[in-house]
Nanobody
Framework: QVQLVESGGGLVQAGGSLRLSCAAS????????IGWFRQTPGKGRDFVAA????????YYADSVKGRFTISRDSAKNTVHLQMNSLKPEDTAVYYC?????????????????????WGQGTQVTVSS
């Protein structure tokens, strides 16, 4: 089992940047695919980005491609989501999640049901 804690959220102006972090407990961090999702009030949780166990494969939602970068620091059991050129529509609660699934494609990392563990979320607000 793994416990996830997100941090780094906050209020930023449009065009600005934020760096979210997802810290994981446990010694088996490298066993998990890590994904980021986001949710706005009254809507479902949407996929943002994910990274493979080794960090060698990443996958992004079209809406964030070219602006967000996901990376992992296995020595610190942490995954980061660098968010640049933020837009008001990026405003949401951001969640990180961990999966033990064995996947055939990188695109499968975008499927929410493969994730077994979730953090509590961190609020990101982008003002116009």
């Amino acid at each position: 089992q793994v416990q996830l804690v997100e941090s780094g959220g906050g209020l930023v102006q449009a065009g600005g940047s934020l760096r979210l972090s997802c810290a994981a407990s446990g010694r088996t961090f490298s066993s998990y695919i890590i994904g980021w999702f986001r949710q706005t009030p009254g809507k479902g949780r949407d996929f943002v980005a994910a990274i493979s166990r080794s960090g060698g494969s990443t996958y992004y939602a079209d809406s964030v491609k070219g602006r967000f970068t996901i990376s992992r620091d296995s020595a610190k059991n942490t995954v980061h989501l660098q968010m640049n050129s933020l837009k008001p529509e990026d405003t949401a609660v951001y969640y990180c999640a961990a999966s033990i699934a064995i996947l055939a494609t990188a695109q499968a990392m975008g499927i929410m049901r493969i994730y077994d563990y979730w953090g509590q979320g961190t609020q990101v607000t982008v003002s116009s």
